[in-house]
């Protein structure tokens, strides 16, 4: 391609526009700014939320007052639920690879609306401000729970107007930037490239979009049904006042569950495009892979009752319910056979994201199959909102989402700071994270099988033995987490010059230097009968 | 769940382990067959054994084949879990009925002659329907060992959960919906007694009805004790959700009544309101609504009881 003639253009990193310093980065429409923009917010906010459950952790190591009051325990895992949920795993990987990398390997020069792009940026830090607003100002820290559940989030006197009222502006963040990678992968294509030749991680964006536009609103409308009934006492959830409480539940639910896809479909993308690069090989049934991309994202509208599966609702609702959250796993598995096939006969080059994405595909099946046990209604019923359900969920967003994520910025690291990392630091901080992920929550399926409920500031003594070793999980892996970020933030800064494709990959992103300049592309790309994102 | 000492506790466990069983085994399968075969790849396919990798794009019965599979499990764990699960909507017509109230934080349950504990006292080999009735907030019902869990829903009619036990013994019910501060200690007992044992518990009326005890000192302690008002108000001085008793009575508080602040004088008055209308003074550095009314679950007599005992808090 035309590197030599771009090498010139100063990179997107040095390039100095109206503004200079924070500005030029604040008021960048360029996508692969915005992506480091949300990159280094949701490391701010995870490191916040890894504090928050290390502190939980620690409260739990023994029965009783450990390190905290009851009050501050509540608190402490809710707004470990909130930062977690809305300002991590939902932007998660589409607000920061999906910016950095959708334009280039569509071979655009930057998304449709990159103004846009930029207010997406901004509601969700508007949105992070007012949240954190809500627990350091005002008469308390919420304490709800992030799922806000009706009566109890009316009756508490803590500050929960401005938390519900800073999610809906996160939530917008989300449908902005939906809308504008929809449109993106619609209209900006380069010439050649059809939909039967898009990289599978742009169509995992592509079903997560949808979800994003469709399902957000529903939670935007939801949360302003609580603010008029907190301000002006109108009755729709609180039954003191004629509401139904299970009516909130399926509001919310009806968006909450879409959104574990919001999450983990990208992550699924990522997986996508790590495994044929390092087996240096065709990925394994392409049209599978989207065919079941677009299934979840489908399906997953239509499994929301499975929260509520003791809530009282319909025999013929559980039903329905039960067997369309079944339905939904078929998919996931076929993604995994595919890209376990990929590795079949390929060239396996063992690298720190291949180990991030072998290790994600072993989380994500445990994640995967507990969910099975959740999905059969007299399981279910035994289990559900036990320490087994934290487990399960744990398992596929921090294991799914979160080990995804990690492999990701491994695999472009080179590509967005245009250096590598340590890879024997790299390595080290992923095993120690491993261990210290599979100490931590497996013990809460064990927990959750004997009955010790979610939510629980104390516990009685049985329950003793796995809470030890779950803390115990937790130390370990924020050592990882620790040994993983002090590794790349030195190397952005001092690692070793990286090369324009460091691992052979064949998506276009490997096409420009690293790190790319301004507008990606000299000349917008065009490609031939036989380029494809995977043909080695 | 494995624990041989509650097997068999409820009519429900059989239904419930199969299903948790059939779908362990067939996750533990595929976790440790999927894994094995990713690894062995990992092994035999490192670059250094195959530096040249063989292209392959896909095959469309490899891909029918693990669809099918997959469905056909799947749809028999949904069908195990169903199976599991229908019986437990359908309480028998002639179960012994109990209504469980749940409020912030304890449980308290009325069985058919008026009789109320707070624990859950049952009959072996009879089957029991228990109403379920939130007064404030989304409680949720858990007896682990007979795994059943239905949520107690505020203003939601013809809620209830039903089962047998089948083993006499002690077994541990939970809240298992988070309703606030004491969530986690939300928990009480059920025991389960020969038939026999059972019914003369259930007419021996003298271990809760007021007039039967001689001193209203310890009944007032005793319906204390069963509506649950040690969930957020101590007798020993220390602070919870309310104002502990210890020395409570003829003291002189600051409360708050209708946004003024004003001083009063604990006596019989101010306790019947504090327990028919407890949002009316809010007692200074406490705060509001989180108790709720107890009239027509305490009558007059009950109140004066609790007097009695409240009098003896010194």
New interface residues.
Partial sequence: MNSTSIENVANYLKYKGKYKGLLGWIFSTDHKRIGLLYLYSMATMFSVGVLLGLAMKLELLAPGKTIMD??SY?ATFTVHGVIMIFMVVVPGLPAVFGNFLLPIMIGAKDVAFPKLNLLSWWLYVAGVFLVLAALLFGPGTP???WTF?A??SF???TNMLPAVFGAFVLGFSSILTGLNFLVTIHRLRCPGLKWSKLPLFVWTLYGTAWIQLLATPVVGITLVLIALERLFGVGIFD??MG????LYQHLFWIYSHPAVYIMILPAMGAISEIIPTF??????????LIASTMAIAFVGYLVWGHHMF???MS?TA??YF??LT??V??PS??K???W??T????????QTPFYWA?SF??VF??GG??G??L????????V???AFVVAHFHYIVFGGTGFAFFAAIHYWFPKIFGRMYDKAWANTGWIVFFIGFLTLYSPMFYLG???M????????QEFHGGNILSTIGSWVLVTGFIIIIVNLVRSARIGPKAEMNPWNGKTLEWTVPSPPPLENFDEIPELGENDGPYN? | MYSSEITQASNFVKGVDTVFLITLGVSFFFLIALTVVMLIFIYKYNRKRNPKPTQIEGSTSLEIVWTVIPFLLTMLMFYYGWVGYKPMRKAPSDAMEVTVYGRMWNFSFEYENGKRTDTLYLPKDKAVKLNLVAMDVLHSLYIPAFRVKQDMVPGLENNFMWFEPQRVGEYELFCAEYCGLQHSYMYTSVKVMEDSAFQSWMVDTTQVVAENIDSPTATGRRIMQNIGCFACHTTDGSKLVGPSFKGIWGEEVTVTTGGKERQVTVDEEYIRRSIYDPNADVVDGFNKGLMLSYEGQLSEEDIENIIEYLKTLH
């Fill in positions: 009851a009050q509540n304490d709800t729970g559940y009566p109890y009756k508490t006197g039954p003191a509401g139904d409480p299970i087996s240096q090989k065709h990925i394994f049934g392409y049209k599978a003791t809530a009282g025999g559980q039903y039960s067997l079944f339905i796993a078929i598995a076929i995994v056979f595919n376990i096939s590795m079949y006969k390929g060239s396996i080059n063992l072998a595909i072993f099946l445990i199959l507990s099975l046990v999905g059969a209604l007299a399981a279910n019923i035994y559900h909102d036990t099988m004997m009955g409920p979610r939510r629980y500031y104390d516990y009685l080695y």
